[in-house]
């Protein structure tokens, strides 16, 4: 059947890229569209619930190549929607960013391509009171030992994320988007008739018929169609400590700042008065069976604590930047799933042997900041006008898969003794927070 606006749509998955494409397709004024999701919305395992993401959309592709102009077009297209559409109003906030590393290793991995360079406004950091002149006397106390990096006052900064994913799902809701969430919401399989997706079926209720069904299930997206090995689900670790009023203040308008071996932070949250940091490495899997077994697989479960060996990299990162916080207990923490692919581009396509199903997945740890925008992305797929370039970097391709090595950190780094993909299974201790009921 010909695609038109009152074709039946069907979302799999209300987080950070199936709300985006829930809104982008209700403004283009399609009005049969269900999204499902196991969760109310904002669904707590979703990667986007959360409350704050680096927006630092700079490439290193080589300048005039494919990958570049995809890359600059759809940061493009994402901070504009920032700046301009009504919806993010007043969530991005442009602090500048601060990038660093401490090894060589990770110094000369940070140096490479076309990225960070004076001619694209960055400012070089060789020493300690470098980075501390990056943000008020008090905030950078610490002595960044090997540290050297990159700082950048505009074009970056960070974007309140939560809030993001709440007023894209308000808005789509408003325009006519119909969310199904619980059991009713809780996709196990898709619907296969005539060499077709037609739809899902859910852990309770009757199934969801589609004339095209969109996968935006994120890190759960294999669980539900095979996606040949294109997706590896891979979970990183966030805390939070409590600051005081006074200290909010004073952490007002701080750039980011992102150690690719330590972890990262932003400015605290303003509401709970709440500073998260991340520490960095090259994920978590959660390994079924050994890796390299071919019916292993990475399984994404919630759980708010992470791993002791995250919280020492926390605490090590803290030490090494605000020494005055390190000790400081944490007033939550989780583990964050999102799935990375092969080569960590997107991927965004149709399937090639089934005409009816679209594919929005592959987030690869930088799909957040795009919320604005990869929503048009996904709906230009399914009405078949994708721009060309990216329907080459985005496309479905299980070829770069084969025998996929499922160790392979991919240009990730972490602190030693951390610097590979580690697994769940391995993990002994985790943090004990306790939680009050309400
Ligand atoms: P999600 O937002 O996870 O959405 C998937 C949805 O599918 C969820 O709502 C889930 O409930 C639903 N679902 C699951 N199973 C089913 C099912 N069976 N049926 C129906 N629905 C289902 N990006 C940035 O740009 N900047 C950052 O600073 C940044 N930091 C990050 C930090 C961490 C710790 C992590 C984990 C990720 C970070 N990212 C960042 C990446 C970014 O969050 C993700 O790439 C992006 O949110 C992925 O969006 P998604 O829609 O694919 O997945």
């Given at each position: 059947?010909?695609?038109?606006?009152?074709?039946?749509?069907?979302?799999?998955?209300?987080?950070?890229?199936?709300?985006?494409?829930?809104?982008?397709?209700?403004?283009?004024?399609?009005?049969?569209?269900?999204?499902?999701?196991?969760?109310?919305?904002?669904?707590?395992?979703?990667?986007?619930?959360?409350?704050?993401?680096?927006?630092?959309?700079s490439s290193s592709a080589p300048r005039g190549s494919a990958e570049r102009y995809v890359s600059d077009k759809l940061a493009h297209d994402a901070i504009r929607g920032w700046k301009e559409d009504p919806v993010f109003q007043g969530l991005y906030h442009e602090t500048g960013a601060v990038t660093a590393a401490t090894s060589e290793e990770g110094r000369k991995a940070l140096n490479e391509g076309d990225g960070y360079s004076e001619a694209d406004g960055w400012m070089q950091l060789k020493t300690k009171e470098d980075f501390q002149a990056t943000m008020p006397k008090g905030i950078l106390t610490g002595d960044f030992p090997g540290w050297q990096g990159w700082a950048k006052k505009d074009g970056c900064g960070w974007v309140q994320a939560r809030k993001a994913l709440e007023r894209v799902i308000d808005e789509a809701k408003r325009l006519g988007a119909n969310f199904v969430t619980g059991e009713r919401g809780h996709v196990l399989s898709l619907i296969y008739e005539d060499d077709d997706v037609k739809g899902a079926v859910t852990a309770q209720g009757p199934s969801h018929r589609a004339d095209r069904t969109i996968l935006c299930a994120g890190a759960n997206?294999?669980?539900?169609?095979?996606?040949?090995?294109?997706?590896?689900?891979?979970?990183?670790?966030?805390?939070?400590?409590?600051?005081?009023?006074?200290?909010?203040?004073?952490?007002?308008?701080?750039?980011?700042?992102?150690n690719v071996e330590r972890g990262f932070f932003m400015e605290p949250d303003?509401?709970?008065?709440?500073?998260?940091?991340?520490?960095?490495?090259?994920?978590?899997?959660?390994?079924?069976?050994?890796?390299?077994?071919?019916?292993?697989?990475?399984?994404?479960?919630?759980y708010h604590q992470i791993p002791l060996e995250?919280?020492?990299?926390?605490?090590?990162?803290?030490?090494?930047?605000?020494?005055?916080?390190?000790?400081?207990?944490?007033?939550?923490?989780?583990?964050?799933?999102?799935?990375?692919?092969?080569?960590?581009?997107?991927?965004?396509?149709?399937?090639?042997?089934?005409?009816?199903?679209?594919l929005g997945v592959g987030g690869s740890g930088h799909g957040f900041s795009y919320i604005p925008a990869i929503g048009g992305v996904i709906a230009d797929c399914l009405e078949g006008h994708m721009d060309a370039k990216m329907i080459h970097r985005f496309r479905w391709r299980p070829e770069t898969a084969v025998n996929?090595?499922?160790?392979?950190?991919?240009?990730?780094?972490?602190?030693?003794?951390?610097?590979?993909?580690?697994d769940f299974q391995k993990v002994a201790q985790w943090t004990s927070i306790e939680y009050s009921a309400s």
């Open positions: 059947k010909p695609l038109g606006t009152q074709s039946s749509i069907l979302i799999i998955g209300a987080g950070t890229w199936g709300a985006s494409t829930a809104l982008h397709l209700a403004r283009r004024g399609y009005q049969n569209i269900t999204v499902l999701d196991p969760y109310p919305s904002p669904s707590p395992i979703s990667a986007g619930n959360d409350v704050n993401k680096i927006l630092e959309l997206a294999a669980r539900i169609f095979d996606m040949k090995d294109q997706l590896r689900p891979g979970a990183w670790t966030l805390s939070h400590i409590k600051m005081t009023p006074e200290e909010t203040t004073l952490y007002k308008n701080l750039p980011v700042l992102f303003e509401d709970q008065h709440e500073l998260k940091i991340c520490d960095e490495h090259p994920g978590y899997c959660n390994w079924e069976t050994n890796p390299g077994n071919p019916n292993s697989v990475s399984t994404p479960f919630a995250a919280e020492q990299r926390v605490r090590l990162f803290l030490q090494e930047t605000m020494p005055h916080l390190a000790q400081r207990p944490f007033s939550f923490a989780r583990i964050c799933w999102c799935a990375d692919t092969p080569d960590r581009a997107f991927l965004i396509s149709r399937h090639p042997d089934y005409p009816s199903l679209v996929r090595n499922w160790q392979d950190v991919q240009d990730r780094f972490g602190p030693d003794g951390s610097n590979h993909v580690m």
